[in-house]
């Protein structure tokens, strides 16, 4: 299993890895989530999905 992208959230200091297919389902989930709320949502980028999901203080970067 091969990590390729990797989670800091600053309110409880936790790391988390992730491989591409958790990350993918990561993203989908959080885009249903939002868009029963706004279909905006539906075009949203990645950043702007997972800063209006997890807030400003959970930050991510893909593995190299």
Not at 47 to 64: K, N, P, R, S
Request: charged share 25%; proline share 0%.
């Amino acid at each position: 299993m091969e990590y390729k992208f990797v989670s800091f959230d600053l309110t409880d200091a936790t790391f988390s890895f992730f491989t591409q297919v958790e990350w993918d389902n990561l993203i989908a989930a959080a885009r249903k989530e939002l868009m029963a709320e706004h279909t905006h949502w539906e075009t949203a980028d990645v950043y702007d999905l997972l800063q209006a999901m997890y807030g400003e203080e959970f930050f991510w970067e893909e593995i190299a």
